[in-house]
């Protein structure tokens, strides 16, 4: 992906929905050696004491990734370890105090060291609560997308699922093992959902 900014040009590698340790464990490793990492997570809190972590989303300077936590047999460990135990890179959050819970639920420790943005743009005189957007765009020049915003956490898991599998604008279904992109008349979904089941 590429972008102009009041900075010039930016070039990074969006890599696509992060589902296994392997790939995880090899992002881990570059990130390791990065001056710095920025970090945002989204759960659902509506009906739960502790948040449920939906998606994580990690980037630096030259790749960035969101990781689906509920893929099956995703291992967190080296993730985490990065957020807890790498004290040479700097974890930059906006308004990170619910991702820091989330870390803390799952180690017993704090991601170390950390950078929030809020807390400095309240310390630059841009306000007590200035949102992300609001703020890169003040600083850089971009707008964001503010298509999401509102949506909870499980809607914007599925809808980084639904842009990792190409599914976009209409109804799209994922029946058995078939990717029905797109609008389908009823009769012809439900000979799909029938021929599935026929046979499993």
Same mark, same amino acid.
């Given at each position: 992906m590429?972008g *102009?900014?009041r900075?010039?040009?930016? @070039?990074?590698?969006? +890599? =696509? /929905?992060?589902?296994? $340790?392997?790939?995880? #464990?090899a992002?881990?490793?570059r990130?390791?050696?990065?001056?710095?990492? #920025?970090v945002?997570?989204?759960?659902? *809190?509506?009906n $739960?004491?502790?948040? =449920?972590? !939906?998606?994580i989303?990690?980037?630096?300077h030259?790749e960035?990734?969101?990781i689906d936590?509920?893929?099956?047999?995703l291992?967190?460990?080296?993730?985490?370890d /990065? /957020?807890?135990?790498?004290k =040479?890179?700097?974890k930059?959050v +906006?308004?990170g105090g619910?991702?820091?819970?989330?870390? !803390?639920?799952?180690?017993?420790?704090?991601? +170390?060291?950390?950078f929030? $943005?809020?807390?400095a743009?309240?310390?630059?005189?841009?306000?007590?609560?200035?949102?992300?957007?609001?703020l890169?765009? @003040?600083?850089?020049?971009?707008p964001? =997308?503010?298509?999401?915003?509102?949506?909870?956490? @499980?809607q *914007? *898991?599925?809808?980084?699922?639904?842009?990792?599998l190409?599914?976009s604008? $209409?109804?799209?279904?994922?029946?058995?093992?078939?990717?029905?992109?797109?609008?389908?008349?009823k009769?012809?979904?439900?000979e799909i959902v029938a @021929?599935?089941? #026929?046979?499993?």
């Amino acid at each position: 992906m590429r972008g *102009r900014t009041r900075l010039g040009q930016v @070039s990074m590698k969006i +890599h =696509d /929905l992060i589902t296994t $340790t392997n790939e995880l #464990a090899a992002l881990c490793a570059r990130w390791a050696n990065a001056p710095f990492i #920025a970090v945002d997570t989204e759960f659902m *809190r509506e009906n $739960t004491y502790w948040p =449920d972590l !939906c998606l994580i989303q990690v980037a630096d300077h030259n790749e960035a990734a969101a990781i689906d936590p509920k893929a099956p047999g995703l291992d967190l460990t080296p993730l985490l370890d /990065l /957020l807890t135990e790498n004290k =040479d890179v700097l974890k930059v959050v +906006h308004a990170g105090g619910q991702d820091i819970e989330i870390v !803390c639920n799952l180690t017993g420790k704090t991601p +170390h060291p950390m950078f929030d $943005t809020q807390i400095a743009a309240m310390a630059l005189g841009q306000g007590e609560q200035v949102g992300y957007s609001n703020l890169v765009d @003040s600083w850089l020049g971009i707008p964001l =997308d503010k298509g999401v915003c509102g949506a909870s956490a @499980s809607q *914007r *898991r599925t809808l980084v699922v639904a842009e990792a599998l190409g599914f976009s604008g $209409t109804p799209s279904f994922v029946v058995g093992d078939q990717l029905v992109p797109g609008f389908v008349e009823k009769a012809q979904l439900s000979e799909i959902v029938a @021929s599935v089941r #026929a046979s499993e």
